[in-house]
């Protein structure tokens, strides 16, 4: 069955640094990917799409990669900022293209000053 | 433009309660998904409407619950009768077409506790 995987650990880093989040998946072969944004009490927020024939995206202080062959997309916060602080979650389209999303796990990343 | 807007943002219920959650999608998505949300589970999709017809609704869990879309601004999740099993955030998304390739718009999600 098709699978996300995300590090359900939290990742800690220092204000300034570069933060890198990891999606894994199983049994896709996606014609894109996205990554959400959530707040504690707040819905999701789309951030990236990428497509399966691009290999980077980038918006602002964010950096998507695409590796289909690896079956991974990472995603970068360069200069992170406490404000950053929220969970990220990955998105792969159900049935590898078409409308419907599945969400991974998500990472909560925090940035501390 | 007010997002996707939903309705209660908290609902406190009876075992054995039907709840009714309510959705108003951005003007001009024709694609509307619920998805349900908890710690365990994480998020995940219950039903799909496209053109405010149910495209998918293999997310659903069994027949105590139920969606309808009557026009493209409203959409509402009924759960009759509600278990304790069902408390977790449900979340409204819309997008404007179909394809996947536009993100969605989430609501802030209805939070039910089921006691």
């Known amino acids: 069955s098709q699978k996300i995987e995300q590090n359900s650990e939290a990742l800690n880093i220092q204000e300034g640094k570069t933060a890198t989040l990891t999606c894994n998946y199983t049994?896709?072969?996606?014609?894109?990917l996205q990554w959400y944004r959530q707040d504690p009490g707040r819905g999701p927020v789309f951030l990236l799409l990428i497509r399966e024939n691009e290999k980077e995206k980038r918006k602002e202080r964010l950096k998507v990669t695409f590796d289909t062959t690896l079956k991974q997309s990472l995603f970068h916060i360069t200069a992170s900022q406490p404000a950053d602080s929220a969970t990220y979650l990955c998105?792969?389209?159900?049935?590898?293209?078409?409308?419907?999303?599945?969400f991974g796990g998500g990472t909560r990343l925090m940035v501390k000053p | 433009d007010a997002g996707v807007i939903q309705s209660p943002r908290h609902e406190v219920t009876e075992m054995g309660q039907e709840v009714t959650l309510r959705c108003k999608p951005i003007s001009g998505h024709n694609s509307l998904f619920w998805y349900r949300q908890t710690m365990m589970r994480g998020l995940e999709l219950l039903i799909y409407f496209n053109n405010n017809v149910p495209i998918d609704d293999s997310g659903m869990p069994e027949d105590r619950f139920s969606a309808k879309m009557p026009n493209a601004s409203f959409s509402t999740l009924k759960i009759q009768p509600s278990e304790p099993r069902d408390s977790a955030v449900y979340f409204c998304?819309?997008?404007?077409?179909?394809?996947?390739?536009?993100?969605?718009?989430f609501g802030s999600g209805t939070r039910l506790t089921v006691v």
């Open positions: 998304a819309s997008s404007p077409r179909q394809g996947g390739v536009v993100g969605y718009t």
């Open positions: 998105a792969l389209p159900r049935g590898d293209a078409g409308n419907m999303l599945t």
């Open positions: 049994n896709y072969s996606p014609a894109y």
